[in-house]
């Protein structure tokens, strides 16, 4: 079990963007959108240990159940088009409360104070993946570690608060974009889990591409 | 100095494809796209020392330099669009000759033949990227790597003849899509190019999102 919160500083609240300018008009909704596909697809599979977050402004949380997601394809513009669901389910919505949107997919009015405790409520360690910290490959993580990372913009000063409380690793020694951090993780809980750094992956467990 | 060559089977060979549908009217040009981020992105930054060759269906292949690339964004539809304007550059061109597109783009009428023989003739030693084959975390690898890999779709037979030659390494113990092996090989060269497994990156170096 693990899982991912990303925390999207300019995504859209409302479900009126393009799908034609995610970068621009959709607040960088792409970038959110390549962390679902790091956290949750295998080739011709999903991860359906995997659990995806994503804090809109700090004020509504998109949440991708792998366990239960249907109609998840790996592009940018698909995902996004499942984003704009959920924020259309929420719209008129005042409560609290999670809502489905599709299959596998809920949305609430919740930030990352919220998310925080639905993850400890449901057993994840959150795990910050931040700058100058231990490096990832040396550390002991939680067996249900929960991964919080920024987008493309730096934590704010009032996430760090959140936040200090928490374990914090580093993924390596340049600056990687959130959704190249993610597939890093994921290999690297996957080489763990195998428990021989990755060799001999035999044929019936699939091939590498 | 470090390249990645992607093979893309239903890539199309034709610009009039539309950037609205890149999973299926564009034969999965979405998983190509992704790997050039993969490959070249750092956070707010290029790789300036990688260059990405895409095979589309053995006949055309885009080769985007790091070194030189203007206009390249993260997002897949904006990346669609450079590679829509090379296979336009080379619609009517007849030559084996590589065309340049874009700043930092070109086009060449080249399979992998060709791009097998580029490398070599430019210092690149190609790695196989391959199902049952020794863990990339403890391989030795080349000064300048070349790692060939391939899109949604297997290799085919003629490809795995035209790779049999070389190193064959496996990324993880589980199937990942292309975009994950090309993060997680950027990763490895990083931690092995820094020297000590990632730790200790400083401030000055910047953060890990």
Request: charged letters at 25%; glycine letters at 8%; proline letters at 6%.
């Amino acid at each position: 079990m693990r899982a991912f919160v990303v925390l999207g500083h300019k995504a859209p609240l409302d479900p009126g963007f393009t799908l034609n300018d995610l970068p621009g008009a959709a607040g960088r909704l792409d970038v959110l959108c390549r962390c679902v596909n790091a956290a949750l697809f295998l080739s011709h599979d999903l991860r359906r240990d995997v659990s995806v977050f994503l804090v809109l402004q700090d004020q509504l949380t998109v949440r991708i159940h792998g366990a239960h997601v249907k109609r998840l394809n790996p592009d940018e513009r698909s995902t996004a088009a499942l984003i704009k669901k959920a924020l259309l389910r929420v719209q008129h919505h005042e409560g609290h409360d999670e809502l489905r949107s599709t299959p596998g997919i809920s949305v609430a009015r919740r930030g990352l104070e919220g998310v925080l405790e639905t993850l400890q409520r449901e057993g994840f360690e959150p795990v910050w993946l931040h700058e100058s910290a231990p490096p990832l490959r040396q550390a002991p993580l939680p067996r249900a570690p929960a991964f919080v990372l920024s987008d493309h913009q730096d934590f704010s000063a009032r996430e760090e608060t959140q936040l200090a409380a928490f374990t914090r690793l580093c993924v390596g020694p340049k600056v990687y974009p959130a959704s190249h951090c993610i597939a890093v993780v994921n290999n690297e809980l996957d080489v763990r889990a195998h428990g021989d750094q990755g060799a001999g992956v035999t044929l019936a467990e699939g091939r590498v591409k």
